[in-house]
């Protein structure tokens, strides 16, 4: 369970990395009411760096404040899944076409990484969504741009595309094989044609909106106190 005792320092930022992981795992879920008191029992931490932790993520969009109740995790609407799909296709379909201007050996590493993150992989959503995240990275890292790497990093490590990732991997994903499902993308960018590229980059990015509007997540119950 992701939610166990946090025994080691930099608690605030172990915190909010047990935090995420149960977004991931779907034992945070949109209508959880978050309760200070029972999550710093439930991690063994002190109020303090849980504060903190929450203040994050209340930053980050993915958990709002419920007055003197706490915290709650909002609904993910599918303008909030479509403005996160728009700076992906932005970020990603450039790396794809700096990419195609490079030697091929990008690309055979690219492909290599793929392989080695689809036989890494695990069973969980978590794994799932941490394998296409890698996935996608190679692909942006190859680009050369650190800036550019600098801006996916930052666009994945938000809460709520953990929210949005974790929900969808865990409800549908039953396993991973990196390399047939991008065998487009790395065919585009072997291409050499950046103009190819970019556009194969930004349709693979769009189809994965389509999944995530036409995943229908089962009716939750009544909302849960975390804890409670």
Known sequence: MSLRRIEASSLADLAYERLTEALLAGELAPGDRLVQDVLALRLGISRTPLREALQ????????????????????????DIGHLYEVREAVEGHAARLVATRATSAVDDIEAALHHLSGAAGPSGRDAFQANRLAHRAVVEAAGNPFLLELFDDLWGRSVTLQAWGDYYASVHPGIDLVTDHADVLAALRSGDPDRAGAVMVEHVREGLTRHHDHRTPAAGVAQELGG
Request: a positive charge; aromatic letters at 4%; glycine letters at 16%.
């Open 56 to 79: 994050r993520m209340e930053r980050e969009g993915t958990i709002r404040a419920a007055g003197g109740r706490g915290y709650v995790v909002p609904e993910l609407t599918r303008a």
